[in-house]
């Protein structure tokens, strides 16, 4: 039995294309994109489900509501799809410990950097790679960590390197990253997750 994802995003959902695009070349043989959910109902990522056949559900958190209730209805739609992993591809909303306590070591995310640099809470979109110019370093990168309650906290899955160019703008750069090291890396990360889960199933 393949592992139901779900995938998370906010908006444009180029992290969720790479999965889609590498389940269609069937890299993806023990998970199954079951479900995507968006907290933004304007967000592209619907689109790009849609296309691609997978459900997809808006989850919104109305302003001045507390979390709880948010959760509470994600976890819902998450329970109604039997969800057994979460992937989180660019969703612009922090999990509370007691969610995330819901899928222990299910959970996980792609952040535009190489933990610990640069990583943490504010730390998202451009802001990451432009702090990464203004730092000076040379290489920058993406990583793939399991979800905990510290924001980019969690244990490392895979981490993959990219060089940082003489002449590089924050927009540049998060091209660069996403091409060379994000679209690698989480598909990659997905199915190692999805297959070790099913194998847990089994036994």
Request: charged share 25%.
């Amino acid at each position: 039995m393949k592992t139901r994802i779900a995938v998370l995003v906010s908006g444009g959902g180029t992290n969720l294309q790479a999965l889609i695009d590498a389940r269609d070349r069937g890299e993806l043989p023990h998970g199954m994109l079951a479900l995507v959910v968006s907290n933004n109902e304007g967000a592209y990522a619907l689109e790009r489900a849609k296309k691609a056949g997978i459900p997809a559900a808006v989850c919104l958190r109305a302003k001045g509501t507390p979390r709880s209730d948010f959760e509470a209805r994600l976890l819902d739609i998450l329970s109604q799809n039997n969800i057994d992993m979460i992937v989180l591809a660019g969703f612009m909303a922090i999990l509370s410990a007691d969610f995330v306590g819901h899928y222990p070591e299910r959970i996980i995310n792609i952040h535009p950097s190489l933990i610990p640099s640069f990583c943490g809470e504010g730390f998202y979109g451009l802001r990451v790679h432009r702090a990464a110019l203004d730092y000076g370093v040379k290489v920058t990168g993406a990583t793939v960590h399991f979800v905990n309650e510290i924001p980019d906290g969690g244990r490392i899955i895979a981490q993959k390197a990219v060089d940082i160019l003489p002449d590089d703008t924050p927009e540049t750069l998060q091209r660069r990253v996403m091409e060379q090291a994000e679209w690698i890396l989480l598909p990659r990360a997905a199915e190692e997750v999805a297959r070790e889960l099913e194998m847990r199933n089994e036994e």
